[in-house]
């Protein structure tokens, strides 16, 4: 029963490197989200997609770049990592209406 | 203009006491629904409770509850009887339309909560 699955949990990365985290889920959700979530600002939207090979910007998009070739893997890739995007990533996942959303346990990204 | 607002960043209640969280939301949509997470210190988010715009009753799970008031577009969450466990971050958010209608739920900024033995 595995819902939500982020990989990695933990990261830390060089200034100028590039990574990719992958969610993975098993719900057959249409709808996938990334969150980045920084103390006293919530959970704030990068990027999200509303199916297979659909992707679209969020409220905080710049740096970050998605893909979704797969309805149950949703990447969030970062090409030139800055000391800015250190925070903790959350993957969601949504069937939509009145369910709430599946959420994976977090990548915790740290950039020197 | 924020979308949902939780104006209270930090709490503190005392054990087996009730505590409120405050949910202010905006939206001209007729449909909605509103959800609250739990965010333990371990990180993950877990669903609580759920509240659509058209629930004639307040939403109830166990000692958690929900003060939809829908003129004043609030939906407090209600945690009765508090335990030392209810201590996290709690975060509102808001879904907006009809089914398929809206793929973006909103978050406020959350509520910090602290249970005192």
């Known amino acids: 029963n595995a819902g939500v699955t982020q990989t990695p949990k933990f990261r830390v990365l060089k200034t100028g490197q590039s990574m990719t985290l992958l969610c993975a889920q098993d719900m057959n959700h249409e709808y996938m989200y990334w969150y980045r979530q920084d103390p006293g600002m919530g959970l704030r939207l990068i990027h999200y997609s509303v199916g297979e090979g659909t992707t679209a910007k969020g409220e905080v998009p710049d740096g970050y770049n998605v893909s979704r070739l797969k309805k149950q893997n949703f990447l969030l890739g970062l090409e030139s990592a800055a000391p800015s995007q250190t925070s903790v990533y959350f993957c969601?996942?949504?069937?939509?209406?009145?369910?709430?959303?599946?959420f994976g346990d977090g990548t915790r990204l740290s950039i020197l | 203009a924020q979308k949902i607002t939780q104006t209270q960043p930090g709490m503190f209640v005392q054990e087996k006491e009730a505590v409120t969280l405050d949910c202010t939301y905006d939206?001209?949509?007729?449909?909605?629904?509103l959800f609250w997470y739990k965010q333990p210190s371990s990180g993950e988010m877990i669903f609580l409770i759920y509240q659509g715009s058209y629930d004639e009753q307040n939403a109830t799970e166990g000692r958690y509850s929900l003060n939809f008031q829908k003129a004043r577009k609030s939906a407090n969450l209600v945690i009765s009887a508090s335990q030392l466990g209810d201590s996290a971050m709690y975060f509102c958010?808001?879904?907006?339309?009809?089914?398929?209608?809206?793929?973006?739920?909103?978050f406020g900024r959350g509520t910090s909560l602290i249970v005192h033995p």
């Open positions: 969601a996942s949504w069937r939509g209406g009145n369910q709430p959303q599946h």
């Open positions: 958010a808001m879904r907006e339309g009809r089914r398929g209608g809206s793929y973006i739920p909103t």
């Open positions: 939206t001209s949509d007729q449909s909605y629904g």
